[in-house]
């Protein structure tokens, strides 16, 4: 599959960091240079949680929003939660074109009701479909069955609403076990199917048994809002039914997701025992045609189905498998959108698997009047693989428009810096798109509004994005993978373009380098020049020149190659830097020694004392008086460029009143040199006896150890790492030798 060029190989250094977020930025512009923009946005909740589960645009051109709120009247919220505050009730809202609220009606009994599907009505006004385990009790006139214990269950509750929101006609549907209504749409006859999913018996409304634990409910109602026949469908253990629609031969395209095996009226197993999409094919009259089970190693959860133009199906969920069973491509992070044409007999066309490398589900896919597709779904994927545009949050909408097989021409996000989940798309008159989604977001990325209640935590509210018409905006025809000049062509002699820009300074001094930086279209592989010659390894589009030469990037693309205008580096020599001392380093209190730098011409100098500035000592030489590590950092003055010395290290090794000679070559060896916990002292001569004393770098006596013989060994295992004195004396003169303890 063609796709947007996504940056790779970043080096992991701050400089970089912030270098290549730039790069990424100015490219995630140039891949979505056709996105459509938003055109307005509305936040919609009150003080508690508020799910939005389906948008549509109404016959008079406003739009329904709808789903399940916990808020009583607050924010935006003109009504109280019907009899109990705790549960949820049908909250359903008539927008302008604008996006501004006309009216809106909360709509429930004294329990838990879940709106899930709109279908607008040709007088204006709609239909809703949702669940419902309330009594008959505030609006609700025919209460939910119940089962053997006497206890609440879940039926589908219709609920038909004028254009000014009043409700005309509604009936509960469901047997004595839990009845979930999913999707819901107008039929050509004037009535309406319906799927969901059921563990009822055959009780109630239902007429059929099921064969596992939960299957697929179909139920079509005549243009009467009577049932007209239902099917129960379903294998020996779970199976969902998501999706439903009519097809252009009158029958049905339905699909879900199913871990059943061989039975019932399934006719394929699971693969791997998990759960895989279940399509299946539907006559007029609720009749079985076909059946296909498409899966891979793992679970697989479908999100839409629906009829193509060309008479075909077109299926998106999101999958967690990996290349196997009827999957070709391996997942790119936990959760990937997996999409997929169907021919007439249910049979795979083309496949595309889309993600980053994290988590992307919640699918849905619609075709365009292009013959194209719209794919929108909830993302936790920042840059990587598919994903060319970064995350806002903890979870964005991505939407993306697929061509007629499945390649991504452009793709966009919409959140904020917490949770934004997908739930519903639709394509408005006037060639736009309007979402909605559940978001937890202030205002932060592309949200403009805060929750509703973001003091003390925001809860989740309604949020409905408009964006403008997927218009195209003829330009010159670039390898991009997309259709700049509006023909209906990708990259047909498309123009390729490389240009290379440096993020600082080409003028540098040795050790330091230069980020160089390609910016270019489509996608490409790199090849770094210098004084054009190819550099060995330098193929990404980032590279640090740390050499004089002449650079240049060709970029290669299916479209052809261009090599860049070139960009010269400078790496200008540091000074040599060298200390001496005149003198010996190691002496009494109330000595000195002069240390030295060495010499030339436009030098600027800077000593240092246990690397840190002394101030004013900015001349060749210095007379250091107290103990230390010193070294001086020179500088050429024309370049600027600088050089750290060695290191000439101090010892002040007497105590205060001691005034013998200190000799420097010492007449005794000290071995092993490090020592990690015993040394040995060996002496060129020894008297009838000679005293060795063990002092730190300041002087400070440690240890006394009388010496009777040439070769003594001392135990320094106590002794902290670090540098420590051994002095002789010895015939009024002492010797000093320096070792080091690890």
Known sequence: ???????????????????????????????????????????????????????????????????????????????????????????????????????QNTIGGDYYDRLT????????????????????????????????????????????????????WQDVIGGKGDDFLSDMHAT???????????????????????????????????????????????????????????????????????????????LEPSFNDSYDYWIIKLSPDGDIEWQNTIGGNSDDYLGSVSETSDGQYIVAGYSNSNASGDKTENKKGDEDFWIMKLDEDGDIVWQNTIGGNDSDVDAQIQETADGGFLLCGSSETNLSADKTVPKFGNKDLWLLKLDNVGNILWQDVYGGSDFDWFRSMIQTNDGGILLGGTSRSNISGNKTEA????????????????????????????????????????????????????????????????????????????????????????????????????????????CGAAISESIVVDVKKNPNASVSASGPLVFCPGGSVILSANA???????????????????????????????????????????????????????????????IQNPMFSIYPNPSSNKITVELESLNESELLIIMDITGKHLMEVTIIQAVTTIDISNFPSGMYLIKLANNNMQYIEKFVKL
């Open 600 to 662: 030339g011409g436009g030098l600027l100098y800077q000593w240092l004392k246990n690397d840190v500035i002394i101030v004013g000592a900015t001349s060749i030489d210095y007379t250091a008086t107290t103990a230390g590590v010193y070294r001086c950092l020179v500088t050429k003055a024309p370049t600027g460029c600088s050089k750290l010395s060695n290191t000439a290290t101090v010892t002040v090794a007497c105590r205060e009143g001691e005034t013998e000679n200190i």
């Open 188 to 266: 050509t006859d004037g009535g309406y199917i319906i799927a969901g999913n059921s563990n009822s018996g055959n009780s109630g409304d239902k007429t059929e048994v099921n064969v596992g634990l939960e299957g697929y409910w179909i139920v079509k109602l005549n243009a009467d809002l009577t049932i007209e026949w239902q099917n129960t469908i379903d294998g020996i253990y779970h199976d969902y039914a998501k999706s439903i629609y009519e097809t252009s031969d009158g029958g049905y395209i339905v699909g879900g997701e199913s871990n059943s095996s061989l039975s019932g009226e399934k």
């Open 117 to 168: 599907a709109i279908c607008p009505t040709p007088d204006g006004g709609c239909m809703l479909g949702g669940s419902s385990a309330s009594f008959a009790s505030g609006d609700k006139t025919e209460s939910c069955k119940l089962n053997g214990g006497g206890g609440r269950t879940y039926d589908y509750w219709l609920v038909k609403l004028s254009a000014d929101g009043e409700i005309e």
């Open 451 to 558: 929750a509703i209640n973001s003091i003390g935590g925001a809860p989740d509210d309604f949020w409905i994005i408009k964006l403008e018409g997927d218009t195209c905006l003829p330009t010159t025809e670039v390898c991009n993978g997309r259709d700049d000049d509006c023909d209906g062509f990708i990259d047909e002699d498309a123009l390729v373009t490389s240009a290379i820009v440096a993020t600082d300074v080409t003028t540098l001094c040795t050790g330091g380098y230069v980020p160089l930086s390609v910016t270019y279209n489509g996608n490409c592989t790199f090849q770094w020049k210098r004084n054009g010659n190819n550099i060995s390894g330098a193929n990404s589009p980032v590279y640090l020149a740390n050499k004089s030469g002449i650079y240049a990037c060709k970029v290669i693309t299916d």
């Open 1 to 103: 599959m063609k796709n947007i060029s996504s940056l790779k190989n970043i080096p992991n250094t701050l400089k970089l960091f912030f270098f290549l977020l730039i790069v990424f930025v100015l490219n995630v512009f140039q891949a979505n240079a056709q996105a459509p923009a938003i055109q307005w946005q509305n936040t919609i909740g009150g003080s508690d949680n508020d799910f939005i589960n389906s948008v549509v645009q109404s016959a008079d051109g406003n739009y329904y929003v709808g789903g399940e709120s916990n808020s009583q009247a607050s924010g935006d919220k003109s009504e109280n939660n019907i009899l109990l505050s705790t549960t949820s009730d049908y909250w359903i809202i008539k927008l302008s074109p604008a996006g501004d609220i006309i009216w």
